[in-house]
């Protein structure tokens, strides 16, 4: 591959957003190149660990009006405003790219709530404006692009969910001509003062002891996604120091810390997409977070001290509010004393298949393959066993195991009575009463973070004097613009591809102005 010393536009990141930036700025004309810190046969970005959902909008006017309500004034309105008329046109831009969309059946896929009077797709049904979100998981028929570990991976015919996307992203990136330098790591952006202050002009890695330079005429785009995998920036920046992520482990918050030296203003740091997770070290030591399901049997979470405190059912239908309640400070003891919190099962639920999904996160890209009966993992000490509810907590690590005996008895006597004392769907109460008990503690976490460097409508990163950072732009999950409530699955990819897109478009801009 012929060594690159300019381009008109550097990404870095090969995602959903890097994806459509450069996409966008190749359109525009613009000579792109990307930088990607993965290797080919071990890239694993959250799209492709995704279920492959994708949230679309109907109606840019009422999805600007939901948006705008989910962000709570979290986010800039013109930021909203690029999104909703981005989100309009995704399906005809994928399906262009060979990625079939099927729409999401509600009926079935637990998004909306019993006390909600309309089926809809999005998480709010009852924020006006909620009619006009669409839910759609990716399907192709595309083959691999790239070697890579997992069954996903290497299956041929038609495919699903981020895989399927996943493919599409890839064959479009070839098609279009672009070149992705993979495994590379930045070590620094390359800053030239000007008269009107700093202006990013490329990137500094380092390739067999040597210092090398790659140069962006119209700038450099930051899509490499948040920081959940960076222990050190979660301590720094989240409200629960334990927190724990089953997104890509490559996402170490290298993007976020480039933008830190270049003087970025910060947005969002605080915010995160979330749900209660598993997470376990593996025997490298490399810890791994996964997904829990919990349908195939009753459940139950209880704090550390044993005592249920909120329904379970959105965590249970994957919807992203449970979490909210895992932020809780026990006033008395000053302890975070939810997270972990301690999800109980019995026999039936373990025989009713694994406890996370096969078909993405860690095990969709071959990153850990969990056992159809959950025995390995309780083999390995990850799921505790006994022959009760209290001696399986006790064996996870709960505070008080003996109170876990009477928060399931009070539960199964609402399971017997058909009214759950937090509210539960009665569809939902089957009763915990098949020996032996099993544990698992579940952390306060998710796919990934949303904070990073502040973006303008244009994709251009601003300064923490205010203004542009010349020369930088970003966009996806590094900065993105979701805030108090996550709209509906597929509401991050979907503003990944809006945001990379604008980013893309604008640098493709200012390369063209640089020639003038």
Not at 372 to 386: F, K, L, T, Y
Not at 446 to 455: D, E, I, L, S, W
Request: glycine share 14%.
């Amino acid at each position: 591959m012929p060594e690159l010393e300019q381009v008109d536009v550097l990404i870095l990141g090969c995602g959903a957003a890097g994806v459509a930036a450069a996409l966008a700025a190749r359109r525009a004309g613009a000579e792109v190149a990307m930088i990607e810190h993965q290797a080919e046969d071990r890239h694993t970005p959250n799209t492709r660990m995704s279920g492959g959902w994708l949230m679309t909008l109907t109606d840019e006017v009422a999805g600007r009006g939901y948006l705008t309500e989910c962000a709570q004034g979290l986010v800039e309105d013109d930021l909203i405003a690029g999104w909703a008329r981005g989100a309009v046109s995704l399906p005809t831009e994928l399906k262009a790219l060979g990625v079939d969309l099927e729409l999401a059946d509600t009926a079935t896929w637990g998004l909306s709530r019993l006390d909600v009077e309309k089926d809809s797709w999005a998480e709010h049904a009852e924020i006006p404006g909620a009619d006009s979100v669409r839910v759609w998981r990716t399907v192709t028929d595309l083959p691999s692009t790239c070697p890579a570990a997992g069954g996903l991976a290497t299956a041929t015919g038609t495919v699903l969910g981020g895989e399927a996307l996943y493919r599409g992203l890839m064959h479009a990136v070839r098609a279009a001509g672009v070149e992705v330098r993979w495994g590379i790591e930045p070590i620094s952006l390359i800053l030239r003062q000007t008269a009107d202050g700093t202006t990013v002009a490329g990137i500094r890695w380092l390739e067999g002891g040597t210092v090398r330079e790659l140069r962006a005429r119209g700038g450099v785009i930051l899509a490499t996604g948040g920081f959940g995998a960076g222990r050190d920036l979660i301590r720094e920046f989240l409200s629960v120091p334990n927190t724990r992520f089953y997104g890509n482990p490559g996402n170490d918050g290298s993007g976020l810390k480039l933008a830190m030296s270049a003087g970025a203003a910060l947005a969002r740091m605080n915010r995160m997409v979330g749900r209660g997770v598993m997470s376990f070290p593996l025997a490298d030591g490399v810890e791994l977070g996964f997904m829990v399901i919990m349908k195939g049997g009753g459940y139950v979470i209880c704090d550390d001290q044993g005592a249920r405190y909120a329904d379970e059912y959105d965590q249970a239908m994957q919807q992203h509010s449970f979490f909210h309640h895992m932020q809780h400070v026990d006033p008395h003891t000053h302890r975070y004393s939810r997270s972990p919190s301690f999800y109980v099962f019995d026999e039936r639920r373990r025989q009713s298949g694994p406890l996370t999904y096969q078909d993405r996160g860690a095990c969709g890209v071959g990153l850990y393959d969990w056992s159809s009966d959950n025995q390995r993992e309780i083999d390995a000490g990850w799921i505790s066993v006994g022959p009760t509810p209290a001696a399986a907590a006790a064996a996870a690590g709960a505070g008080s195991p003996e109170a876990f005996e009477a928060a399931i008895a009070e539960y199964n006597r609402g399971c017997q009575a058909g009214s759950d004392s937090f509210g539960r769907p009665a569809d939902t109460l089957i009763a915990l009463d098949q020996p032996p008990y099993y544990c698992v503690p579940l952390y306060i976490g998710g796919p990934y973070v949303t904070g990073g460097p502040q973006r303008n409508a244009e994709g251009q990163v601003l300064g923490v004097r205010g203004g542009p950072v010349p020369g930088l732009f970003s966009g996806g999950e590094l900065g993105q613009a979701i805030g108090l409530l996550y709209p509906a699955q597929g509401a991050s990819i979907s503003e990944a591809w809006c945001s990379g897109a604008i980013a893309g478009a604008s640098a493709a801009r200012a390369a063209g102005d640089s020639r003038r």
